[in-house]
């Protein structure tokens, strides 16, 4: 592992990481104040603009160098399993809050987000977090602490109790749409 290559990608893994947790930091405490009110949605949609695009930077940067640091290291341990949902999941999120993000753009006052659109953007806020966070704790176990981590023994079931969990929580917090009264009068 001790190849030029090695830490170059080692390098651009860790510069990524920077950029697109440092954009997601940055939008989540946005995100934050205005749920405190102390700042307008619209510039919070302003931040999001720019920080969208940095936060698919670095998480692309993440993935691309991740991938040769896989390929460098010859196999995945169970705990990178859990890492690369955790990847995935901060990716297919990030898609899920563009669209809430569109929807947010439709709404120039405050006040008049539907409470689901909040729950939405709290509830995508915290799988991004628990995603990147997740991330990171693993890949400083794996570089700081072993090299292989066989840890959980089914890292399968790990995933599939994270992925039922958040699936469930996002199915909760999907907006309602009230069910049309049956116009029965032209039956008989």
Known sequence: MDTPLFYILLFVHLVSLIVGFG???????????????????????????VTQRLIWIGWGGLVASGIGLI???????????????????????????????????????DEVLPGNLRAR???SSV??????????????????????????????YVIGALAAIFILIGFLTMPRHKAKALDRSHIF
Do not use: C, Y
Not at 35 to 43: A, I, P, V, W
């Open 71 to 109: 390929i460098f290291k010859g196999f995945i341990d169970n705990l990178t399993m859990i890492k690369l949902f955790f990847v995935a999941m901060v990716g297919i999120n990030g898609v899920l809050l563009h669209k809430i993000k569109k929807q947010m753009e439709a709404h120039e006052i």
């Open 23 to 49: 954009a997601v930091i940055v939008i989540d405490t946005f995100g934050l104040l205005w749920t405190m009110r102390r700042t307008r949605l619209k510039l919070v949609n302003q931040v999001a603009n």
């Open 127 to 156: 799988v991004s977090q628990i995603g990147w966070w997740g991330a990171i704790i693993i890949g400083f176990a794996h570089r700081q602490i072993r090299h292989v981590i066989d840890w959980p023994p089914h890292p399968e």
């Open 121 to 123: 953007i709290a509830f």
